[in-house]
């Protein structure tokens, strides 16, 4: 009975909503984009928004320009120490010798002898034939191939 009563009441609650918006008039309802964004027309708040992001990356880029800076006037002064000085001018030299060593073995070589050695990461091998010397150089980044006259 509680059940009947109950469904009764919603029923009659719903057809008296029913009947007072029957006569109510429709309108299309309309909504006006204000954000610049979402292609509404107030181009002052887009102009303020890219002036925003235009300033964040002037920022980051003049930080990232003055990091850059701060790292090159650091490595620059350990670069000119005395000791890294007299470091380069040790390693010039004795990149001198090997080179000299190098090219006195080449150059005492007979046509179709051919030899090698390694260096670190760098192997050379070399190879003499009658006109000219084919020298290969191997690095981990690739391979350099040199072809060298021998002369008359």
């Given at each position: 009975m509680k059940?009947?009563?109950?469904?009764?009441a919603n029923i009659s609650l719903v057809l008296g909503i029913l009947l007072c918006t029957a006569d109510a008039p429709a309108a299309e309802l309309a909504y006006t984009l204000q954000s610049p964004l979402l292609g509404g027309g107030n181009a002052v708040l887009l102009q303020i928004e890219n002036n925003?992001?235009?300033?964040?990356?002037q920022k980051a880029t003049k930080e990232a320009a003055d990091?850059?800076?701060?790292?090159?006037?650091?490595?620059?002064?350990?670069?000119?120490?005395?000791?890294?000085r007299?470091?380069?001018?040790?390693?010039?030299?004795?990149?001198?010798?090997?080179?000299?060593?190098?090219?006195?073995?080449i150059s005492s070589l007979q046509p179709g002898q051919s030899g090698s050695f390694?260096?670190?990461?760098?192997?050379?091998?070399y190879t003499r034939n009658s006109s000219s010397v084919h020298v290969v150089i191997t690095t981990p980044t690739g391979n350099t191939v040199l072809e060298l006259p021998t002369g008359p």
């Amino acid at each position: 009975m509680k059940q009947l009563a109950w469904v009764s009441a919603n029923i009659s609650l719903v057809l008296g909503i029913l009947l007072c918006t029957a006569d109510a008039p429709a309108a299309e309802l309309a909504y006006t984009l204000q954000s610049p964004l979402l292609g509404g027309g107030n181009a002052v708040l887009l102009q303020i928004e890219n002036n925003r992001v235009s300033a964040i990356k002037q920022k980051a880029t003049k930080e990232a320009a003055d990091e850059q800076a701060r790292k090159n006037t650091e490595q620059q002064a350990i670069n000119n120490s005395p000791a890294a000085r007299f470091a380069n001018a040790l390693q010039a030299q004795m990149f001198m010798n090997i080179s000299q060593q190098l090219s006195q073995r080449i150059s005492s070589l007979q046509p179709g002898q051919s030899g090698s050695f390694e260096a670190g990461d760098v192997q050379v091998a070399y190879t003499r034939n009658s006109s000219s010397v084919h020298v290969v150089i191997t690095t981990p980044t690739g391979n350099t191939v040199l072809e060298l006259p021998t002369g008359p």
